[in-house]
DNA sequence: GTCTATACATCGATAGAC
DNA sequence: GTCTATCGATGTATAGAC
Protein backbone atom coordinates (compact mmCIF):
# COMPACT_ATOMS: atom_id res chain seq x y z
CA UNK A 1 0.00 0.00 0.00
CA UNK A 2 0.92 3.61 -1.18
CA UNK A 3 0.40 6.29 1.89
CA UNK A 4 -1.10 9.34 1.04
CA UNK A 5 2.15 11.52 0.83
CA UNK A 6 3.76 9.25 -1.58
CA UNK A 7 0.39 9.60 -3.35
CA UNK A 8 0.18 12.82 -3.70
CA UNK A 9 4.08 13.09 -5.16
CA UNK A 10 3.17 11.06 -7.79
CA UNK A 11 0.19 12.72 -8.77
CA UNK A 12 2.25 15.79 -8.86
CA UNK A 13 5.23 14.40 -10.73
CA UNK A 14 2.24 13.35 -13.57
CA UNK A 15 1.27 16.96 -13.59
CA UNK A 16 4.44 18.43 -13.92
CA UNK A 17 5.58 15.67 -16.85
CA UNK A 18 2.07 16.21 -18.31
CA UNK A 19 2.98 20.45 -18.29
CA UNK A 20 6.30 19.37 -19.76
CA UNK A 21 4.77 18.12 -22.65
CA UNK A 22 2.61 20.67 -23.70
CA UNK A 23 6.15 23.03 -23.29
CA UNK A 24 7.73 20.52 -25.17
CA UNK A 25 4.94 20.42 -27.98
CA UNK A 26 5.27 24.45 -28.61
CA UNK A 27 8.82 25.41 -28.43
CA UNK A 28 10.33 21.81 -28.72
CA UNK A 29 12.23 19.14 -27.25
CA UNK A 30 15.09 20.84 -26.83
CA UNK A 31 13.72 24.48 -25.81
CA UNK A 32 11.91 23.14 -22.73
CA UNK A 33 13.22 25.25 -19.71
CA UNK A 34 12.92 24.56 -16.03
CA UNK A 35 11.42 28.08 -15.49
CA UNK A 36 8.73 27.79 -17.72
CA UNK A 37 8.03 24.71 -16.84
CA UNK A 38 7.55 25.64 -12.76
CA UNK A 39 5.33 28.96 -13.84
CA UNK A 40 3.07 26.63 -15.95
CA UNK A 41 2.54 24.36 -12.90
CA UNK A 42 2.02 27.33 -10.79
CA UNK A 43 5.74 26.97 -8.95
CA UNK A 44 8.99 28.72 -9.36
CA UNK A 45 11.90 26.90 -10.99
CA UNK A 46 13.85 25.63 -8.09
CA UNK A 47 10.72 23.81 -6.48
CA UNK A 48 11.11 21.28 -9.65
CA UNK A 49 14.64 19.94 -7.58
CA UNK A 50 11.60 18.72 -5.18
CA UNK A 51 10.94 16.46 -7.85
CA UNK A 52 13.90 15.75 -10.08
CA UNK A 53 17.16 15.87 -9.25
CA UNK A 54 18.47 17.28 -12.66
CA UNK A 55 16.86 18.21 -15.66
CA UNK A 56 17.88 14.78 -16.86
CA UNK A 57 15.96 13.06 -14.51
CA UNK A 58 13.20 15.06 -16.05
CA UNK A 59 13.97 13.80 -19.46
CA UNK A 60 13.94 10.44 -18.44
CA UNK A 61 10.59 10.68 -16.57
CA UNK A 62 8.95 12.10 -19.93
CA UNK A 63 10.72 9.07 -21.99
CA UNK A 64 9.15 5.78 -19.54
CA UNK A 65 5.89 7.86 -19.73
CA UNK A 66 5.94 8.50 -23.60
CA UNK A 67 6.53 4.82 -23.82
CA UNK A 68 4.59 4.31 -21.47
CA UNK A 69 2.13 5.56 -24.07
CA UNK A 70 3.01 3.88 -26.67
CA UNK A 71 2.56 0.47 -25.12
CA UNK A 72 -1.02 1.48 -23.86
CA UNK A 73 -1.29 2.16 -27.24
CA UNK A 74 -0.08 -0.80 -28.70
CA UNK A 75 -1.33 -3.47 -26.05
CA UNK A 76 -5.20 -2.32 -26.59
CA UNK A 77 -4.98 -3.22 -29.80
CA UNK A 78 -6.95 -6.33 -31.10
CA UNK A 79 -5.06 -7.97 -33.79
CA UNK A 80 -6.25 -9.68 -36.72
CA UNK A 81 -5.78 -13.75 -36.37
CA UNK A 82 -3.90 -13.38 -39.77
CA UNK A 83 -0.24 -12.19 -39.03
CA UNK A 84 0.25 -9.99 -41.77
CA UNK A 85 -2.63 -7.95 -41.17
CA UNK A 86 -1.71 -7.37 -37.59
CA UNK A 87 2.11 -6.42 -38.75
CA UNK A 88 0.29 -3.38 -40.82
CA UNK A 89 -1.84 -2.64 -37.79
CA UNK A 90 0.86 -2.63 -35.34
CA UNK A 91 2.94 -0.49 -37.93
CA UNK A 92 0.33 1.90 -38.56
CA UNK A 93 -0.06 2.28 -34.88
CA UNK A 94 3.06 3.01 -34.44
CA UNK A 95 3.61 5.53 -37.58
CA UNK A 96 0.13 6.96 -36.19
CA UNK A 97 1.89 7.54 -32.77
CA UNK A 98 5.17 8.64 -33.47
CA UNK A 99 3.56 11.58 -35.92
CA UNK A 100 1.04 12.77 -34.02
CA UNK A 101 3.33 14.71 -31.47
CA UNK A 102 7.06 15.22 -33.04
CA UNK A 103 8.02 16.02 -29.73
CA UNK A 104 7.53 13.06 -28.03
CA UNK A 105 9.13 11.37 -31.31
CA UNK A 106 12.09 13.20 -30.78
CA UNK A 107 12.72 12.31 -27.25
CA UNK A 108 11.97 8.50 -28.01
CA UNK A 109 13.23 7.76 -30.97
CA UNK A 110 16.02 10.18 -31.65
CA UNK A 111 18.83 11.77 -29.64
CA UNK A 112 17.81 15.52 -29.36
CA UNK A 113 19.12 16.04 -26.11
CA UNK A 114 22.83 15.89 -25.76
CA UNK A 115 24.03 14.15 -22.84
CA UNK A 116 21.21 11.96 -22.04
CA UNK A 117 20.54 8.80 -21.69
CA UNK A 118 17.20 7.15 -20.67
CA UNK A 119 18.01 4.69 -17.30
CA UNK A 120 17.49 1.14 -17.82
CA UNK A 121 14.21 1.16 -16.33
CA UNK A 122 12.81 4.26 -18.79
CA UNK A 123 14.52 2.19 -21.61
CA UNK A 124 12.57 -1.58 -20.74
CA UNK A 125 9.23 0.27 -21.90
CA UNK A 126 10.78 1.09 -25.40
CA UNK A 127 11.97 -2.41 -25.89
CA UNK A 128 8.91 -3.68 -24.77
CA UNK A 129 7.16 -1.42 -27.77
CA UNK A 130 9.61 -2.69 -29.88
CA UNK A 131 9.71 -6.87 -29.15
CA UNK A 132 6.28 -6.61 -29.88
CA UNK A 133 7.28 -5.20 -33.45
CA UNK A 134 9.71 -8.04 -33.93
CA UNK A 135 7.23 -10.49 -32.59
CA UNK A 136 4.43 -9.35 -35.37
CA UNK A 137 7.39 -9.63 -38.29
CA UNK A 138 8.30 -13.25 -36.71
CA UNK A 139 4.19 -14.43 -36.58
CA UNK A 140 4.60 -12.80 -40.56
CA UNK A 141 7.14 -15.02 -41.52
CA UNK A 142 10.47 -12.12 -41.47
CA UNK A 143 12.85 -14.45 -39.11
CA UNK A 144 15.65 -13.35 -40.14
CA UNK A 145 17.28 -11.05 -37.93
CA UNK A 146 18.70 -8.63 -40.88
CA UNK A 147 14.61 -8.58 -42.36
CA UNK A 148 13.62 -7.62 -39.44
CA UNK A 149 16.29 -4.60 -39.29
CA UNK A 150 15.96 -3.54 -42.59
CA UNK A 151 12.10 -3.76 -42.41
CA UNK A 152 12.06 -1.47 -39.02
CA UNK A 153 14.04 0.49 -40.71
CA UNK A 154 11.60 1.01 -43.56
CA UNK A 155 9.07 1.95 -40.77
CA UNK A 156 11.32 4.41 -39.76
CA UNK A 157 12.22 6.03 -43.24
CA UNK A 158 8.44 6.62 -43.95
CA UNK A 159 7.86 8.54 -40.83
CA UNK A 160 10.88 10.42 -40.80
CA UNK A 161 10.56 11.44 -44.27
CA UNK A 162 6.67 12.50 -43.30
CA UNK A 163 7.86 14.55 -40.43
CA UNK A 164 10.57 16.57 -42.08
CA UNK A 165 8.88 17.48 -45.06
CA UNK A 166 5.08 17.31 -44.11
CA UNK A 167 3.98 16.78 -40.99
CA UNK A 168 0.69 16.72 -41.21
CA UNK A 169 0.08 14.75 -44.28
CA UNK A 170 0.21 11.19 -45.56
CA UNK A 171 1.96 11.93 -48.76
CA UNK A 172 4.67 9.23 -47.45
CA UNK A 173 2.60 7.19 -44.77
CA UNK A 174 0.19 6.05 -46.80
CA UNK A 175 1.94 3.46 -48.46
CA UNK A 176 2.62 1.93 -45.14
CA UNK A 177 0.52 -1.46 -45.77
CA UNK A 178 1.86 -1.47 -49.65
CA UNK A 179 5.62 -1.80 -48.28
CA UNK A 180 4.57 -4.18 -46.28
CA UNK A 181 3.01 -6.41 -48.46
CA UNK A 182 5.84 -6.10 -50.31
CA UNK A 183 8.40 -6.88 -47.63
CA UNK A 184 6.59 -10.11 -47.03
CA UNK A 185 6.13 -10.97 -50.13
CA UNK A 186 10.08 -11.25 -50.66
CA UNK A 187 11.01 -12.04 -47.25
CA UNK A 188 9.00 -13.84 -45.58
CA UNK A 189 9.60 -17.79 -45.33
CA UNK A 190 6.85 -19.11 -44.20
CA UNK A 191 3.86 -17.46 -46.38
CA UNK A 192 1.37 -17.91 -43.69
CA UNK A 193 -0.73 -15.29 -45.51
CA UNK A 194 -2.26 -15.80 -48.92
CA UNK A 195 0.33 -14.38 -51.36
CA UNK A 196 -0.58 -12.80 -54.40
CA UNK A 197 2.44 -13.04 -56.29
CA UNK A 198 5.61 -14.89 -56.43
CA UNK A 199 8.07 -13.92 -54.34
CA UNK A 200 11.96 -13.52 -54.82
CA UNK A 201 14.22 -15.71 -53.43
CA UNK A 202 16.89 -14.20 -51.17
CA UNK A 203 20.25 -14.84 -52.60
CA UNK B 1 37.04 39.22 -62.28
CA UNK B 2 37.27 39.37 -58.80
CA UNK B 3 39.01 41.92 -56.91
CA UNK B 4 41.94 40.69 -54.80
CA UNK B 5 40.60 41.73 -51.44
CA UNK B 6 37.00 39.93 -51.89
CA UNK B 7 39.02 36.64 -52.79
CA UNK B 8 41.22 37.03 -49.92
CA UNK B 9 38.00 37.34 -48.06
CA UNK B 10 36.40 34.32 -49.47
CA UNK B 11 38.97 32.35 -48.32
CA UNK B 12 39.05 33.48 -45.00
CA UNK B 13 35.14 32.36 -45.26
CA UNK B 14 36.43 28.92 -46.37
CA UNK B 15 38.77 28.71 -43.28
CA UNK B 16 35.73 29.66 -40.96
CA UNK B 17 33.43 27.20 -42.12
CA UNK B 18 36.03 24.40 -42.11
CA UNK B 19 36.52 25.21 -38.41
CA UNK B 20 33.32 25.45 -37.81
CA UNK B 21 32.63 21.91 -39.27
CA UNK B 22 35.78 20.66 -37.14
CA UNK B 23 33.77 21.90 -34.24
CA UNK B 24 30.27 20.61 -35.04
CA UNK B 25 32.52 17.44 -35.38
CA UNK B 26 33.74 17.55 -32.04
CA UNK B 27 30.68 19.13 -30.00
CA UNK B 28 27.43 18.22 -32.07
CA UNK B 29 26.11 20.75 -34.85
CA UNK B 30 23.86 22.80 -32.17
CA UNK B 31 27.04 22.53 -29.74
CA UNK B 32 28.80 25.04 -31.58
CA UNK B 33 29.46 28.73 -30.20
CA UNK B 34 30.74 31.52 -31.92
CA UNK B 35 33.19 32.28 -29.35
CA UNK B 36 35.24 29.12 -29.78
CA UNK B 37 34.76 28.98 -33.81
CA UNK B 38 36.47 32.30 -33.19
CA UNK B 39 38.97 31.31 -31.12
CA UNK B 40 39.86 28.10 -33.39
CA UNK B 41 40.46 30.63 -36.25
CA UNK B 42 42.68 33.09 -34.14
CA UNK B 43 39.89 35.40 -33.72
CA UNK B 44 37.82 37.07 -31.02
CA UNK B 45 34.04 36.25 -31.36
CA UNK B 46 32.40 39.84 -32.54
CA UNK B 47 35.41 39.94 -35.29
CA UNK B 48 33.18 36.81 -37.02
CA UNK B 49 30.06 39.19 -37.78
CA UNK B 50 32.71 40.80 -40.03
CA UNK B 51 32.02 37.21 -42.08
CA UNK B 52 28.82 36.83 -40.83
CA UNK B 53 25.93 38.60 -40.16
CA UNK B 54 24.13 36.23 -37.66
CA UNK B 55 24.76 32.74 -36.84
CA UNK B 56 22.04 31.24 -38.67
CA UNK B 57 23.92 33.42 -41.73
CA UNK B 58 26.92 30.84 -40.85
CA UNK B 59 24.81 27.88 -40.76
CA UNK B 60 23.27 28.84 -44.16
CA UNK B 61 26.86 28.95 -45.40
CA UNK B 62 27.66 25.56 -43.70
CA UNK B 63 24.26 23.78 -45.19
CA UNK B 64 25.50 25.30 -49.06
CA UNK B 65 29.37 24.13 -48.11
CA UNK B 66 27.98 20.39 -47.29
CA UNK B 67 25.72 20.32 -49.89
CA UNK B 68 28.37 20.98 -52.21
CA UNK B 69 30.50 18.26 -50.72
CA UNK B 70 27.66 15.78 -51.76
CA UNK B 71 27.45 17.18 -55.00
CA UNK B 72 31.08 17.21 -55.53
CA UNK B 73 31.21 13.84 -55.04
CA UNK B 74 28.29 12.46 -56.83
CA UNK B 75 29.46 14.77 -60.03
CA UNK B 76 32.73 12.91 -59.42
CA UNK B 77 31.18 9.56 -59.69
CA UNK B 78 31.57 7.67 -63.14
CA UNK B 79 27.85 5.80 -63.37
CA UNK B 80 27.25 2.42 -64.85
CA UNK B 81 25.12 2.28 -67.87
CA UNK B 82 23.01 -0.18 -66.49
CA UNK B 83 20.67 1.97 -64.70
CA UNK B 84 20.14 -0.15 -61.95
CA UNK B 85 23.65 -0.79 -61.11
CA UNK B 86 24.01 3.70 -61.07
CA UNK B 87 20.99 3.47 -59.32
CA UNK B 88 23.16 1.66 -56.75
CA UNK B 89 25.99 3.44 -56.58
CA UNK B 90 24.46 6.96 -56.52
CA UNK B 91 22.22 5.97 -53.70
CA UNK B 92 25.64 4.13 -51.86
CA UNK B 93 27.26 7.13 -52.34
CA UNK B 94 24.96 9.31 -50.67
CA UNK B 95 24.89 6.84 -47.89
CA UNK B 96 28.61 6.60 -47.81
CA UNK B 97 28.56 10.59 -47.46
CA UNK B 98 25.77 10.92 -44.46
CA UNK B 99 27.19 8.71 -42.06
CA UNK B 100 31.03 9.68 -42.57
CA UNK B 101 29.61 12.87 -40.50
CA UNK B 102 27.33 12.77 -37.95
CA UNK B 103 26.91 16.54 -37.43
CA UNK B 104 27.04 17.38 -41.33
CA UNK B 105 24.32 14.90 -42.24
CA UNK B 106 22.16 16.35 -39.34
CA UNK B 107 22.59 20.38 -40.30
CA UNK B 108 22.02 18.96 -44.32
CA UNK B 109 19.29 16.56 -43.73
CA UNK B 110 17.24 16.87 -40.55
CA UNK B 111 15.95 20.22 -38.62
CA UNK B 112 18.29 20.18 -35.81
CA UNK B 113 18.86 24.36 -35.59
CA UNK B 114 15.92 26.07 -33.93
CA UNK B 115 14.67 28.37 -36.12
CA UNK B 116 17.11 28.02 -39.12
CA UNK B 117 15.79 27.28 -42.73
CA UNK B 118 18.10 27.12 -45.22
CA UNK B 119 18.30 30.22 -48.19
CA UNK B 120 17.02 29.44 -51.12
CA UNK B 121 20.14 29.81 -52.10
CA UNK B 122 21.94 27.27 -50.18
CA UNK B 123 18.63 24.73 -51.02
CA UNK B 124 18.76 24.85 -54.91
CA UNK B 125 22.76 22.69 -53.88
CA UNK B 126 20.56 20.12 -52.11
CA UNK B 127 17.55 20.14 -54.61
CA UNK B 128 20.23 18.91 -56.95
CA UNK B 129 21.60 16.23 -55.26
CA UNK B 130 18.00 15.14 -54.54
CA UNK B 131 16.86 15.52 -58.46
CA UNK B 132 19.71 13.18 -59.41
CA UNK B 133 18.38 10.20 -57.41
CA UNK B 134 15.19 10.54 -58.62
CA UNK B 135 16.77 10.99 -62.21
CA UNK B 136 18.50 7.72 -61.54
CA UNK B 137 15.19 6.26 -60.31
CA UNK B 138 13.32 6.86 -62.94
CA UNK B 139 16.20 5.40 -65.41
CA UNK B 140 15.53 2.40 -63.34
CA UNK B 141 11.98 2.66 -64.23
CA UNK B 142 10.62 3.89 -61.31
CA UNK B 143 8.41 6.25 -62.19
CA UNK B 144 5.08 6.63 -60.33
CA UNK B 145 6.06 9.75 -57.75
CA UNK B 146 5.23 7.34 -54.73
CA UNK B 147 7.29 4.59 -55.59
CA UNK B 148 10.60 7.57 -56.01
CA UNK B 149 9.23 8.95 -52.58
CA UNK B 150 9.37 5.61 -50.91
CA UNK B 151 12.66 4.41 -52.58
CA UNK B 152 14.28 7.63 -51.51
CA UNK B 153 12.49 7.35 -47.66
CA UNK B 154 13.74 3.61 -47.70
CA UNK B 155 17.47 4.54 -47.97
CA UNK B 156 16.56 7.25 -45.36
CA UNK B 157 15.48 4.48 -43.03
CA UNK B 158 18.68 3.17 -43.56
CA UNK B 159 20.85 5.95 -43.07
CA UNK B 160 18.75 6.90 -39.79
CA UNK B 161 18.69 3.98 -38.03
CA UNK B 162 22.47 2.69 -38.78
CA UNK B 163 23.74 6.11 -37.49
CA UNK B 164 20.86 6.76 -34.41
CA UNK B 165 21.99 2.89 -33.44
CA UNK B 166 25.85 1.93 -34.58
CA UNK B 167 27.26 5.26 -36.19
CA UNK B 168 30.35 3.61 -37.60
CA UNK B 169 29.20 -0.38 -38.47
CA UNK B 170 27.03 -1.64 -41.39
CA UNK B 171 24.32 -3.63 -39.79
CA UNK B 172 21.98 -1.78 -41.65
CA UNK B 173 23.27 -0.08 -44.58
CA UNK B 174 25.05 -3.48 -45.64
CA UNK B 175 21.15 -4.13 -47.22
CA UNK B 176 21.07 -1.47 -49.19
CA UNK B 177 22.04 -3.28 -52.71
CA UNK B 178 19.80 -5.83 -51.67
CA UNK B 179 16.71 -3.49 -50.85
CA UNK B 180 16.94 -1.99 -54.02
CA UNK B 181 16.77 -4.74 -56.10
CA UNK B 182 13.64 -5.72 -54.21
CA UNK B 183 12.45 -2.17 -55.01
CA UNK B 184 13.11 -2.00 -58.12
CA UNK B 185 12.19 -5.68 -59.19
CA UNK B 186 8.56 -5.28 -57.88
CA UNK B 187 7.95 -1.59 -59.06
CA UNK B 188 9.86 -0.68 -62.10
CA UNK B 189 8.01 0.05 -65.02
CA UNK B 190 10.12 -0.67 -68.03
CA UNK B 191 12.56 -3.50 -66.23
CA UNK B 192 15.41 -2.46 -68.45
CA UNK B 193 17.77 -4.49 -65.84
CA UNK B 194 17.90 -8.21 -66.44
CA UNK B 195 15.00 -9.23 -63.72
CA UNK B 196 15.57 -12.51 -61.98
CA UNK B 197 12.61 -12.92 -60.88
CA UNK B 198 8.94 -12.08 -61.44
CA UNK B 199 7.58 -8.58 -60.30
CA UNK B 200 4.97 -8.02 -58.07
CA UNK B 201 1.69 -5.46 -59.96
CA UNK B 202 0.72 -2.67 -57.79
CA UNK B 203 -3.19 -2.89 -56.92
C1' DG C 1 39.25 44.46 -39.98
C1' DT C 2 40.17 43.35 -35.37
C1' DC C 3 40.02 44.33 -30.85
C1' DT C 4 38.12 45.26 -25.76
C1' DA C 5 34.26 45.88 -23.23
C1' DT C 6 29.77 45.17 -22.39
C1' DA C 7 24.83 44.75 -22.85
C1' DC C 8 21.36 41.48 -22.37
C1' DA C 9 19.29 37.25 -22.11
C1' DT C 10 18.76 32.37 -20.66
C1' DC C 11 19.74 28.55 -18.29
C1' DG C 12 20.67 24.86 -14.60
C1' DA C 13 21.69 24.39 -10.03
C1' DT C 14 22.43 25.61 -5.03
C1' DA C 15 21.97 28.06 -0.36
C1' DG C 16 19.23 29.16 3.10
C1' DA C 17 15.00 31.47 5.13
C1' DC C 18 10.29 30.33 6.19
C1' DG D 1 7.75 21.78 0.32
C1' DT D 2 8.09 26.28 -1.52
C1' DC D 3 10.10 30.44 -1.73
C1' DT D 4 13.76 34.45 -2.71
C1' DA D 5 18.17 35.32 -3.95
C1' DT D 6 22.04 34.25 -6.29
C1' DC D 7 25.93 31.80 -8.33
C1' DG D 8 28.31 30.70 -12.44
C1' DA D 9 28.42 29.57 -16.94
C1' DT D 10 27.15 30.24 -21.71
C1' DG D 11 25.34 32.44 -25.49
C1' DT D 12 24.45 36.13 -29.32
C1' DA D 13 24.96 40.62 -30.58
C1' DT D 14 26.45 45.58 -30.44
C1' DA D 15 29.31 49.95 -29.40
C1' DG D 16 33.22 52.13 -30.08
C1' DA D 17 38.43 52.55 -29.84
C1' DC D 18 42.42 51.59 -32.71
Redesign the interface.
Known amino acids: MIGKVAQRRETKVATIVAAAWDLARAN?I??LSLHSLARAVGMRQPSLYEYFDSKHALYDEMFADGNRQLLARLDALTLSPDPRAALKTYMRTFVDFALEDPARCALLF???I?GFEPSAESYAYAARALDGAVDRLHAAGIEDP?DV??C???????I??QM?NEPNGD??TR?LD??I???V??FSKSQLSPA????????
Not at 152 to 158: C, E, M, N, S
Not at 196 to 203: A, C, D
Open positions: GGGQRPPSDCIALVGGLEASRWHRLDMYDNKSSRRKRQ
